[in-house]
C-alpha cells in the first residue's frame, strides 16, 4: 500500500518519538510513506484565529503538492494537522473558494487528494487477520485508556469517529491482545491550545483527563496526538501535585504500542524519549514474556 | 458593566451581527439560550462569561464587550460547543470570529495569546515550519516568563525533542506570496 505521508512540524521536535515509530511500524507492516515533498506547517490554531483564507491556503500547498506528485491519499499522524488539512479539503470542494485558493498559492490545486488520519489507515486499511498475524506479543493485560482528544473527531464534517464515543483506537488496542477501558473522558479537551497563553486553566484540564483514567482503571494512556500527549506527559509531575494524587500513567502513542504487539525494540520506536517512565510497564506486562 | 439601554444597543449593532452570518457563517439569533454549550465546555471554569453568556451579549448589542472579553481567549477550540448545540449555531466558529475582529478593532485583552500568534505565524512566514524551540523562547522573553516552562527544558533536550535549528523548507518564497497575497486579498495583518 502506497501513501502520501504528512509528518507535522511536532513529529521534529516534541512528538519525535511519535515519527520513529510511525516510520518503523509501517516499514514493519510493509506500507510505503512518501513524505510531501518540501511541506510546509498546516498554520494549526494561530492561522484560523487570525484569517480564515490564510487557514485554508497553507495546507492547501501541501494538498497541491500532494497532487503535483500523484498521491490519493496523505496519511497525517498529528491529529491538529489532520483537522487543519482535512478542513481545506472540505473548503476545497466549493469552486468559488478553489479558484480563491489556488490564486493565493499561486497553484493548481484540484482538491483531489484525500486527507487520512493515520489511526485510520492503521485500524481501516489493514485487513483484521493480517493484523492478528503479524502481533508477535501480544498486549495481554494491558489496560489502556484510549485518549482521542478533540481534533480527530470534532467538528462533524471532519469527524473520523464519533465526537463523544469513537472506538476506532480502542479496537485496534484490542486486535493488539490489550485490554481497553471503558472510560467518559475519551474526547474531553487536554487544554493542549492553552498551554502555553494559559498554563494554569490547562493543567486544571490536563489533570482532570488523566484523574479520570486513573480512576478507570487504566495502566496507561493511548493518544493519537502530539499536543496530546506532551501536555500529559510533560506535565503529568504538575497535574500530580494539583490533584493531590499519585498518576504515573505512561503516556504512549498508538504507534508505540503497535510496534512493541509486532515485536519492534523499545528503543526504536522512541519509548526512551519519556517523561513518565514508559519502559517497564511494558516489560512486565505479559506480553513481554 | 453599569446599566445598559438594551433597546439602543440592539438596533445599532445589527451590522456587527450582519457580518458575522455573511463572513463567518453564525447566525446568533438561531441561539435560544439552553447552555448546553457552555455546561459541556471544559474550559468554561477559566472563563467570566461563558459562550452562551457571549452569545446573548452579541444578541443583545454588546459588541465591544464582547469583543474586548477576556473569556474569547480562554476558549480552547475544542468544538465540543459546536457538536452539541441544538441549534447549529456553531458556538466554536462564533468565538472564532470574535478572536479575529478583536484583532481587527484593536480589542485583544489577551496579550499573551496576541503574542503567541504573532510568533507562531512568523515562524511558519520565515521558514515554512513552526520551529518550536524559537517560538516558546521568545516567547518566554517577550512576555516576560523567562523561566516558564524551563525546567521541562534538560528532559526535553536529552530526549533529542529539542532542535535548536529551525527546519527550512526550500521554497520559502512561496509562504511570503501566501502570506502577501492573503493580505492583498482580506487586508489587515494576518
Sequence with gaps: ?289 | MGPIQLSMTVASSQDFRDRLKKEYGVDVSLCYQCGKCSAGCPAAFAMEHTVRQMLRMVQSGLVQESLSSYSIWSCAGCETCSTRCPRQVDPAKFMEALRIEAKKAGLVADKNADLFNDLFLNSVKDTGRLHEVGMIARFNILSGQLFKDAEHAPGLFTQGKLSILPHKIKNTEAMAKIFANVQKKRGGKS
Excluded at chain 1, 469552486?95 to 489507515?121: C, D, F, P, Y
Excluded at chain 1, 464534517?157 to 475519551?186: C, F, H
Aim: aromatic fraction near 6%; include cysteine; proline fraction near 5%.
Design chain 1, 1 to 289: 500500500m502506497k501513501y502520501g505521508l504528512y509528518p507535522g512540524c511536532s513529529l521534529n521536535g516534541t512528538g519525535i518519538e511519535y515519527g520513529l515509530s510511525t516510520k518503523a511500524v509501517a516499514q514493519k507492516l510493509g506500507i510505503d510513506f512518501v513524505e510531501i515533498p518540501d511541506w510546509n506547517c498546516c498554520g494549526a490554531s494561530s492561522a484560523h484565529n487570525r484569517n480564515h483564507l490564510l487557514s485554508v491556503a497553507l495546507p492547501a500547498r501541501n494538498l497541491a503538492l500532494a497532487e503535483q506528485h500523484g498521491i490519493d491519499q496523505i496519511a497525517v499522524p498529528c491529529a491538529a494537522c489532520y483537522q487543519r488539512m482535512k478542513a481545506a479539503e472540505v473548503a476545497l470542494r466549493d469552486e468559488a473558494t478553489r479558484q480563491e485558493v489556488g490564486e493565493v498559492i499561486e497553484m493548481n490545486v484540484e482538491g483531489k487528494s484525500r486527507t487520512r488520519a493515520l489511526v485510520e489507515v492503521f485500524a481501516n486499511d489493514l485487513d483484521a487477520d493480517f493484523l492478528s498475524s503479524v502481533v508477535v506479543r501480544p498486549l495481554s493485560g494491558l489496560k489502556v485508556a484510549s485518549y482521542y482528544g478533540c481534533l480527530l473527531v470534532k467538528p462533524a464534517q471532519v469527524a473520523i469517529d464519533s465526537p463523544e464515543n469513537p472506538m476506532i483506537m480502542d479496537k485496534l488496542m484490542a486486535a493488539l491482545g490489550a485490554t481497553p477501558v471503558e472510560w467518559s473522558y475519551k474526547t474531553e479537551c487536554c487544554g493542549g491550545s492553552l498551554a502555553i497563553t494559559r498554563p494554569e486553566a490547562s493543567l486544571g484540564m490536563t489533570a482532570n483527563v488523566l484523574k479520570y483514567a486513573k480512576l478507570a482503571g487504566a495502566d496507561c494512556i493511548v493518544t493519537p496526538c502530539p499536543l496530546c500527549t506532551s501536555n500529559l506527559d510533560m506535565r503529568q509531575k504538575a497535574a500530580e501535585g494539583l490533584l493531590g494524587m499519585e498518576l504515573g500513567l505512561p503516556i504512549y502513542y498508538f504507534t508505540e504500542l503497535m510496534g512493541v504487539a509486532l515485536g519492534l525494540e523499545m528503543s526504536q520506536l522512541g519509548l526512551t524519549k519519556h517523561f513518565v517512565e514508559a519502559t517497564s510497564l511494558l516489560k512486565n506486562s505479559p506480553a513481554a514474556q
